[in-house]
T-cell receptor
Framework: DGGITQSPKYLFRKEGQNVTLSCEQN?????MYWYRQDPGQGLRLIYY???????QKGDIAEGYSVSREKKESFPLTVTSAQKNPTAFYLC????????????FGEGSRLTVL | RKEVEQDPGPFNVPEGATVAFNCTYS??????FFWYRQDCRKEPKLLMS???SGNEDGRFTAQLNRASQYISLLIRDSKLSDSATYLC?????????????FGQGTILTVHP
């Protein structure tokens, strides 16, 4: 089945540790996105990538890094520089042609202790 | 001013009621607009796109008002299963790959 897979679903880390969240899609979509959602809030864009080997900062990129070495994969690293990393992280993809529908993974809940 | 703004609610309505949500956007050049639905602790899913002429899908009607820079979602004959958060999404830069900006969401609770 086509879709987006995020892992891990739940993650606990100590302060000061870097964490990498995985996002893989087999929808053959060019564009991929990372969003962060805090309780009672909408989604805020962290990074997005329109094509392999290219990515752009979103609204809240500080303390995060990404790579896009393959079309299918867009991992997000939450670094120790991110001041408040506990949140729900959502990866999404879009084919970008004649459609605005974003397809989301099930999300990763990161808790920093 | 936020780029995309919604009334967070919550809206509490009885089954069978009609309820409407509005969403305003700041960039007049925005080209495409959507409503997503998000259930508690789940990922958002597309509910419907919003077209210039307005569009309807069963009990749901979406409208776009470019002059006043808002979109709306009307739900008729509310069901218990409509309880969710409704997210307004705007393509801010008018390209198919453009940055999609989300509103903070409107919480709807439908009660018996």
């Amino acid at each position: 089945d086509g879709g987006i897979t995020q892992s891990p679903k739940y993650l606990f880390r100590k302060e000061g540790q870097n964490v990498t969240l995985s996002c893989e899609q087999n929808l053959n979509h060019d564009a991929m996105y990372w969003y962060r959602q805090d309780p009672g809030q909408g989604l805020r864009l962290i990074y997005y990538s329109q094509i392999v080997n290219d990515f752009q900062k979103g609204d809240i990129a500080e303390g995060y890094s990404v790579s896009r070495e393959k079309k299918e994969s867009f991992p997000l690293t939450v670094t120790s520089a991110q001041k408040n990393p506990t949140a729900f992280y959502l990866c999404a993809s879009k084919d970008g042609v004649n459609t605005g529908e974003l397809f989301f993974g099930e999300g990763s809940r990161l808790t920093v202790l | 001013r936020k780029e995309v703004e919604q009334d967070p609610g919550p809206f509490n309505v009885p089954e069978g009621a009609t309820v409407a949500f509005n969403c305003t956007y700041s960039n007049s050049a925005s080209q495409s607009f959507f409503w997503y639905r998000q259930d508690c602790r789940k990922e958002p899913k597309l509910l419907m796109s919003v077209y210039s002429s307005g569009n309807e899908d069963g009990r749901f009607t979406a409208q776009l008002n470019r002059a006043s820079q808002y979109i709306s979602l009307l739900i008729r004959d509310s069901k218990l299963s409509d309880s969710a958060t409704y997210l307004c999404v705007v393509n801010m830069y008018g390209t198919s790959y453009g940055k999609l900006t989300f509103g903070q969401g409107t919480i709807l609770t439908v009660h018996p």
